[in-house]
């Protein structure tokens, strides 16, 4: 069953959050509880779950209303004010609420095995809070807030008619090259216009964040970063070690794709305008006509793997919890924000009718599903997952609706392009994500670096991991900043390398599906239940696949990909 919203045990029915005074009392009543029994620890701990689930969905709704529309004032100043005059008031009353646990003499009754993750979390926030790191995070939120105002502003004019650049982008589908080149340019001229100011502002951020990761006794972000973020089942060199592997056995297959599109498309060069047209030079996929058909036929899809999937999706169209079109105005990408009072999350994306807003569609339709599975669980915690088995429940379920995709290419040579399309872009996914991880290392432990030292960094990095068949002459600039369109380096920094993790298990899953349906929709459902009361490595255990990045284990789904492209019979 859809569970909807919770119940509050602790605030008022209605509760309405305005300022800091309206919430502040709840947070002095946890302090001054007197917990005198294990029974009221765990009546304590749920509490404080409702009082941080309220306020993660009050921010929430917040941050929506301010991507929806970036150009609506009210809601970037009501963003703002959250920001700039709630949130800094609750970090020092939670790292008070985290020593209060701790020192409970009734902890060591809770459930250990339940309550393992939650407690090691909270004993590195504890280790690594500082007062004076609460303005810096306002600060760097309001740089974020910064960048996606200035992304989500930019529009170009082509033929006479104004465009948002994922609006544009579809353009660069046209088997027309002429087309294309012109719509490249364009839009390539309008990021150059905010180059500068995006390098300024991730200057900024760059310095803020030291800054942080010093006043918590680190040396550098990266490793705070690690920290702060769970990151307790792999290291910085595991890291490493996954980027080596990319470029052994993932770039040669993608330099293999590049250099047959180059002959099956007989061009003497490939341009960077020349890898969203068809590799045939076949007019582009048209999966749907508008929002409302994408959302029909991907419940269609989602029925035929497991009804309770189309249910998700149904009970946030029937509750307005979508909003998929692009539009002037509208920050760019894609998301979905958990809501964890209403118990529906919600499903952000810049739709124009394109293959890849197919694939952002099941993609957010995964993290959805996880969303309604981990609802139960009784701590807002529990389901604060991290984003390696996030990323695996959205990233299997663009694999596995794929046997489905007839729904929107009727046309069995149609759907096999979709097919090929989708596999080839998995592997392009990975080496991009071993680049900018890579990038994000670097930016951090060379932290007083200049725009002209990024700049080269970029280079030899993305050098390594491939486009040697792409000649980038006239438009050199553009290879040095393809960074800045990547919004993670910006507003969830460090927040990356868990795409590569979870392709890797998302493919396992989806070779499962292949061989035993029902058993691995079973186990992806399982898996997404546990939240995060489980190690990433026994959530995956149960998933039926493994928590691996190494040498072995990427070769081995490296070639279960490119067979499964050969029996598709697109490429050779």
């Known amino acids: 069953m859809i569970r909807e919203k919770i119940n509050l045990i602790f605030l008022p029915d209605n509760f309405i959050l305005t300022k800091w005074d ?22 304590w ?50 790292n008070i609420l985290d020593k209060k646990l701790i020192a409970c003499p009734y902890l060591e009754q809770l459930n250990p095995e339940l309550y393992h993750n939650y407690l090691r979390m909270v004993k590195t926030n504890i280790a690594i809070f500082r007062d004076e790191n609460i303005p810096l995070f306002v600060e760097l939120n309001n740089l974020s807030q910064q960048f996606s105002t200035v992304s989500g502003g930019l529009v170009v004019n082509v033929d006479g008619k104004d465009m948002t650049m994922p609006q544009a982008a579809k353009i660069l589908q046209n088997t027309d090259r002429k087309k294309r080149k012109e719509v ?13 100011e995006l ?48 470029k052994k056995y993932i770039v040669p297959l993608i330099d293999n794709i590049d250099l047959n599109r180059k002959l099956n498309l007989a061009l003497d060069e490939l341009k960077p305008y020349d890898f969203e047209v068809d590799a045939k030079g076949l007019p582009p996929l048209h999966p749907f006509i508008d929002t409302k058909e994408l959302v029909e036929k991907t419940k269609n899809v989602f029925h035929k793997i497991d009804p309770y999937f189309e249910t998700c999706l149904n009970t946030m169209k029937e509750n ?16 979905l924000y958990p809501l964890p009072l209403s118990g529906i ?19 957010e339709g995964g993290h959805a599903i996880h969303s309604f599975l981990s609802h139960h669980l009784k701590l807002h915690e529990f389901k604060n997952v991290p984003s390696e088995v996030a990323e695996l429940a959205s990233m299997s379920m663009e694999l596995i609706t794929m046997q489905y995709w007839q729904e929107f290419f009727p046309q069995e040579d149609n759907y096999k392009r979709a ?96 061989q035993y349906p029902a058993v691995a929709i079973e186990q992806y459902k399982n898996a997404l239940s546990l939240g995060y009361t489980k190690s990433i490595g ?16 990427i070769f081995e789904l490296s070639e279960f990909v490119k067979n499964q492209m050969n029996k598709i019979g697109e490429i050779s």
């Open 419 to 514: 097919q090929t399309k989708q596999l080839e872009d998995i592997l392009r996914t990975l080496p991009w994500v071993a680049a900018i991880d890579k990038f994000q290392h670097w930016l951090y432990l060379y932290h007083n670096h200049t725009a002209t030292e990024r700049k080269q960094a970029w280079l030899n990095i993305y050098h390594e991991f491939g486009g040697k068949h792409t000649n980038w002459e006239g438009y050199e600039d553009n290879k040095s900043y393809l960074w800045q369109k990547q919004l993670h380096l910006y507003e969830v920094p460090f927040y990356y390398i868990e795409y590569g993790f979870a392709q890797l298990g998302a493919i396992a899953i989806w070779r499962n599906y292949l």
């Open 184 to 196: 490249y340019e364009i839009m390539a001229a309008k990021r150059a216009e905010v180059r500068v």
């Open 199 to 246: 390098d300024d502002i991730l200057n900024k951020m760059v310095a803020l964040r030291h800054q942080v990761a010093l006043n918590a006794g680190y040396t550098n972000y990266r490793d705070y970063m690690f920290d702060a973020m769970g990151r307790f089942d792999y290291t910085p060199h595991d890291c490493t070690l996954f980027h080596e592997s990319v």
């Open 22 to 43: 309206d919430i502040k009392p709840y947070f002095q009543e946890l302090e001054n509880d007197h917990i005198d029994s294990i029974e009221a620890l765990e009546n």
């Open 320 to 335: 307005n919890f979508l909003d998929l079109e692009s539009r002037k105005g509208k920050a760019p990408g894609g998301y």
């Open 45 to 94: 701990m749920l509490k404080r779950s409702e009082l941080e689930a309220f306020v993660a969905e009050d921010l929430g709704k917040r941050y929506i209303a301010m991507t929806c529309n970036t150009a609506n004032k009210e809601a970037a100043e009501a963003f703002s004010f959250f920001t700039e005059k709630i949130q800094p008031f609750i970090s020092p009353y939670s």
């Open 345 to 363: 999350p919600f499903i952000f994306m810049n739709a124009v009718g394109s293959f890849r807003d197919l694939v952002t569609m099941v993609h």
């Open 538 to 553: 026994t959530i995956y255990e149960t998933a039926g696949i493994k928590f691996d990045f190494s040498e072995k284990w």
